[in-house]
């Protein structure tokens, strides 16, 4: 089966500005999570939706926001972007009522000049 | 608050050799912990979980051993392999809490050949 996928996989920006990531899951999971990964640290949890909703997200700012579709598929929002949001923005999926395991995708790396 | 940390930043094993991760959690309500693997360019993959009720789990040339009396759970790779060089997570999960995995830093493992 196809894995997640993300797009773009590298971005640009410039301070100030607004950017979306895009996140198509697993075929037949409908959890979608998004993670932060600041160069050199570990993940960090941004945002969960699942069946469409949002049900959870992190210590982060409303500046990061996002949106799951019918099909599952889910965006990430950032808006008026600091340079400390540059770094690789991961998507994961999971299959509900299953493992917690989670299944990521290779991220989109995001750099803020 | 909860956290997963790492004792170690890198780790160099020698090609053949055995390798042990280590990683400690201050959460003692988590009951659910997964190792990751991040190689250069790439998401996290799953290698191997385990649940609070066993102190060891073995999956292929990889064994999870958890001590929940000193919070603290290794990956131990066996007859180590170029290939293993990545970085490596673990992470910790609360039943219910499912949505918000808390992953720690991240150990590198170089496998010199």
């Known amino acids: 089966e196809a894995g997640v996928t993300q797009s773009p996989t590298h971005l640009i920006k410039t301070r100030g500005q607004q950017v979306t990531l895009r996140c198509s899951p697993i075929?037949?999971?409908?959890?979608v999570y998004w993670y932060q990964q600041a160069l050199g640290l570990g993940l960090q949890f941004l945002l969960w939706y699942d069946e469409g909703e949002e049900r959870n997200r992190g210590n982060f700012p409303p500046r990061f926001s996002g949106r799951q579709f019918p099909n599952y598929s889910s965006e990430l929002n950032v808006n008026a972007l600091e340079l400390e949001d540059s770094a690789l923005y991961l998507c994961a999926s999971r299959r509900k009522a299953s493992s917690y395991e989670q299944y990521f995708g290779p991220g989109t790396r995001l750099t803020v000049t | 608050g909860e956290s997963v940390g790492l004792h170690l930043p890198t780790l160099s094993v020698q090609e053949g050799d055995n390798s042990i991760i280590n990683c400690a959690y201050s959460n003692s309500a988590s009951d659910y912990f997964i190792w990751y693997k991040q190689e250069s360019g790439k998401g996290p993959q799953f290698i191997i979980d385990i649940r609070s009720n066993m102190d060891k789990r073995q999956g292929q040339r990889v064994t999870v051993l958890l001590n929940k009396t000193v919070k603290h759970l290794s990956l131990q790779i066996a007859a180590t392999q170029p290939g293993d060089s990545a970085v490596y997570f673990c992470a910790e999960n609360i039943s219910g809490g499912y949505q918000k995995v808390t992953f720690g830093t991240g150990t590198k493992l170089q496998v010199i050949p």
């Open positions: 075929s037949g999971h409908t959890s």
